[in-house]
């Protein structure tokens, strides 16, 4: 079964620090978003990203996050500078044109620290 | 956005039918409601999908009432690696399958020996 690849797996980085978080979307998928999940709250909604450019974004896709697809494959989500309210697990999940729903990935845990 | 009520908890009996109920009363004729689980922190997985009929496939069944002010998830034979947390989503007006999940705080089956 095709999978969303997310790496790393878990990353710890100090506050202020720009991460990076990256996503294998399936392969021939067109839409992409990003979710977030505090430990032990909802998994809430970021961003969602279609034919290069942002369809929809929540609150909490403030200025200091940013996605893109730089090579044509991966899909990242950038933080500018991390905040410790920023440590969540974080899910990539992507939608082929004829799927009914999206795949998730396994998520990136960041720890900021 | 329609709303969902799902009960936080329920058990279920390894091998017992698991029957998980949803409320959505708000819900308007062309919304669809979904179906999700996250098992233990992992990415949330889609289970099911309908607008006004049953829908049965290999992971469970989905009983609409007439009104379609609720369902009913059912997984016919639980077994221990179906201990998750379940969403009942209903999509926000307008998405079709493109758009956004609201994730509410779902239904936490623990299905036991």
């Known amino acids: 079964e095709p999978e969303v690849t997310q790496t790393p797996s878990h990353q710890v980085t100090q506050m202020g620090q720009e991460v990076i978080l990256r996503c294998v979307p399936i392969?021939?998928?067109?839409?992409f978003y990003w979710y977030r999940q505090i430990l032990g709250q909802k998994v809430e909604f970021l961003v969602s990203?279609?034919?290069?450019?942002?369809?929809?974004k929540s609150e909490i896709f403030d200025d200091q996050f940013s996605v893109e697809r730089p090579d044509g494959s991966n899909f990242t989500l950038k933080i500018r500078s991390t905040k410790l309210e920023d440590s969540a697990m974080y899910f990539c999940?992507?939608?082929?044109?004829?799927?009914?729903?999206?795949?998730f990935g396994q998520g990136t845990r960041l720890t900021v620290v | 956005d329609a709303k969902t009520t799902q009960p936080p908890s329920m058990d279920c009996a390894e091998g017992r039918a698991a029957n998980l109920p949803c409320n959505h009363s708000?819900?308007?004729?062309?919304?669809?409601v979904y179906w999700y689980r996250q098992i233990h922190s992992q990415g949330p997985q889609y289970i099911i999908h309908?607008?006004?009929n049953n829908e049965t496939n290999e992971m469970a069944s989905l009983i609409i009432t007439e009104d379609r002010k609720s369902s009913t998830l059912i997984l016919p034979h639980a077994t221990l690696r179906d201990t998750a947390v379940y969403y009942c989503?209903?999509?926000?007006?307008?998405?079709?399958?493109?758009?956004?999940?609201?994730f509410g705080q779902g239904t936490t089956l623990q299905v036991k020996p």
């Open positions: 999940a992507t939608l082929g044109g004829n799927q009914v729903s999206a795949f």
């Open positions: 392969s021939n998928h067109l839409y």
């Open positions: 990203f279609y034919n290069n450019e942002i369809s929809e």
């Open positions: 708000t819900i308007s004729g062309n919304e669809y």
């Open positions: 309908g607008l006004k």
């Open positions: 989503i209903v999509r926000p007006p307008g998405s079709g399958n493109t758009g956004k999940l609201i």
